[in-house]
């Protein structure tokens, strides 16, 4: 069984570090929904469609109107899903909302909250304040919703150890069953890329940004959160099961302007243009690219992706799926790894070591085949 998702590109504003398809365009989410349902009838047969997760992401799906999130989810085979998650921004999080997230078949609410400081709010250009995030929480609690995620953001500019120590503290008073942390990036065409470049803002320092991955890693297991992948902390049996999928290589389907699809032999990926999208759907056109992947692609989406994981790479199924060549070149290109304390070799599997994580991107770039 595959997973769903479903991407929703609006937002009332965009925040200054995003670089995923958004727009603030208004008064398409009818025929933008319309062009979801019928997407999903012009592409029955690419997986199955008895799903086993769903994930509505964004851009804001909150703020689709209540009656086109309930024609989405009347669409939306759910009847074998253990897991439907919903994208949520604070400040859409009324009673009447959660009320009508729990009438869906939605079982998992993931916000974000980035910071619950109001300033560095106002400088990721975020609609919602601090005290939002606990209001929320209590709304969705208050209607039965009991799997919420909340996302944070460490390394602002001019930010300290204890500014973040704060945030953690903060984010753990919610009980929340799952937090996923990142790191500020500065993507390339995004107003926050432009700050840097301009010299408005800096950087945090790397060592102290090290210092505050640690530090999260330490509270977060004092407290029971199991770190089961880079960014990714959850109370025991509330891993993410949709996220999960893209790390352990389950086929899925992305539907929508700029969804990605994948079943395993080929990658695709929808027009990032929400007109573009509405109109060739409307006329039947699936209007996507496609990539077919070759067994050193497969390799290295296996290898790049399962290391996030706490789970690591199984060395048996690299050599089952992929070969004895390409077992062996991982075992070489690893071995420097392991004898540095970066990769830890046992019990037939690979997997990053404390120290290993903060480096993963330079460690697994090591172990993909070019």
């Known amino acids: 069984m595959a997973g769903l998702y479903v991407h929703i590109p609006f937002c009332k504003s965009r925040c200054v570090y995003c670089a995923f398809y958004s727009t603030t365009t208004s008064g398409m989410a009818e025929k933008y929904v319309s062009a979801l349902c019928r ?11 008895e799903w086993q997760t769903v994930y509505i992401g964004g851009g804001t799906p909150s703020t689709l109107p209540p009656d086109q999130l309930q024609r989405l989810f009347s669409r939306i085979n759910c009847s074998h899903a253990t897991e439907i998650t919903i994208e949520c921004n604070p400040d859409d999080v009324t009673p009447a909302f959660a009320s009508l997230l729990a009438s869906l078949p939605v079982n998992r609410v993931s916000m974000g909250a980035q910071t619950f400081d109001d300033s560095r709010l106002r400088f990721l250009r975020r609609r919602h304040g601090a005290a939002d995030v606990s209001r929320a929480v209590d709304c969705l609690r208050a209607a039965g919703i009991d799997n919420i995620s909340v996302d944070l ?4 500019p001019d ?3 204890d500014q973040w120590d704060a945030d953690i503290t903060a984010a753990l008073s919610l ?6 942390a990142y790191c500020l990036s500065y993507e390339e065409g995004t107003p926050l890329h432009r700050l840097l470049t301009e010299g408005k803002v800096a950087e945090s320092d790397d060592e102290l940004t090290r210092c505050m991955y640690y530090h999260l890693i330490d509270r977060l ?5 199991e770190h089961y992948e880079i960014s990714n902390f959850a109370r025991p049996g509330r891993r ?11 086929p899925y389907m992305g539907i929508g302007a700029a969804a990605h699809s994948y079943d395993i032999t080929s990658r695709q990926w929808n027009v990032s ?14 209007p996507f690219e496609r990539e077919t992947l070759d067994l050193t692609e497969r390799y290295n989406d296996t290898v790049m992706l399962s290391l996030r994981t706490c789970d690591g790479l199984d060395l048996n199924e690299v050599k089952s799926r992929f070969g004895t060549a390409l077992h062996s070149y991982l075992l070489r290109q690893a071995r420097q790894y392991e004898k540095s304390g970066l990769l830890v070799h046992e019990y037939d599997r690979l997997r990053l ?14 172990l993909l085949k070019v």
């Open 153 to 156: 953001i460490y390394g602002f």
């Open 159 to 161: 930010e300290t150890l």
């Open 221 to 225: 297991s004092d407290v029971g959160y």
């Open 175 to 180: 009980n929340v069953e799952h937090l996923s």
């Open 353 to 366: 070591s404390r120290n290993g994580l903060y480096v993963s991107d330079m460690v697994i770039t090591d």
């Open 240 to 250: 993410s099961r949709h996220n999960s999928s893209y790390w352990n290589s389950t």
């Open 273 to 286: 243009d929400l007109h573009i999208y509405i109109k060739e759907v409307e006329q039947g056109n699936l």
């Open 39 to 49: 997407e999903m009838d012009l592409r029955t047969g690419y997986c199955s469609p």
